[in-house]
């Protein structure tokens, strides 16, 4: 069992939008804003889209958006696209380091 | 940029010591304010975090993993290491090193190297 809940699958169509949930508790996510995102294709290691909850690092499309309210985040996924078919995982970094089970995102 | 390569052992025995090396190129290992971390992922499973170092040398180790899990240093080669004692086939996974930090995603990271624990 992780130490952040995800639902294990999500989908949409390409064009829509898809938003995933991560839940944690006050003493990660609640109470810090140090939630990342990361994006795992087949075959390849994570890649992060999304830190500190809202923040996109250079080159990731902004259709990636991040939020947070209490003790969950959120990725949101706008304006889908057939490469956006992947494994998301999210993560909480104060102190001990902690993984979601990661949520599969279909592009139907 | 930044840019970590795993190296080690394919295939290790049951009971025996898993080490990997992360080895660090395109910037010094020894600089403050940068934690190098190791995750692991099982077959068709979700991200673990393992544990990480600092560059001083201090550790912080998942609860679940410490009593087997020792990571070093070593700043004159620009690597970190990862030791797993006692390993068994729930040790089989693509290992993963990371630079990460308090507060920072975990970014870059490596290509991942797979460990099979197996007689």
């Known amino acids: 069992q992780s130490a952040l809940t995800q639902p294990p699958s999500a989908s949409g169509s390409p064009g829509q939008s898809v938003t995933i949930s991560c839940t944690g508790t006050s003493n990660d996510i609640g109470g810090y804003d140090y939630v990342s995102w990361y994006q795992q294709h087949p075959g390849k290691a994570p890649k992060v889209i999304i830190f500190e909850v809202t923040k996109r690092p250079s080159g990731v499309p902004d259709r990636f958006s991040g939020s947070k309210s209490g003790n969950t985040a959120s990725l949101t996924v706008s304006g889908l696209q057939a490469e956006d078919e992947a494994v998301y995982y999210c993560?909480?970094?104060?102190?001990?380091?902690?993984f979601g089970g990661g949520t599969k995102l279909t592009v139907l | 940029q930044v840019q970590l390569q795993e190296s080690g052992p394919g295939l290790v025995k049951p009971s025996q010591i898993l080490s990997l090396t992360c080895t660090v190129s395109g910037g010094s290992i020894n600089r403050g304010g940068n934690y190098w971390s190791w995750i692991r992922q099982h077959p068709g499973k979700g991200l673990e975090w393992i544990g990480y170092i600092y560059y001083s040398g201090s550790t912080y180790y998942n609860p679940s993993l410490k009593s087997r899990v020792t990571i070093s240093i070593d700043t004159s080669k620009n690597q970190f290491s990862l030791r797993l004692s006692s390993v068994t086939a729930a040790d089989t996974a693509v290992y993963y090193c990371a630079k990460d930090g308090f507060g920072v995603p975990l970014d870059p990271w490596g290509q991942g190297t797979l460990v099979i624990v197996s007689s």
């Open positions: 993560s909480s970094s104060a102190g001990t380091r902690l």
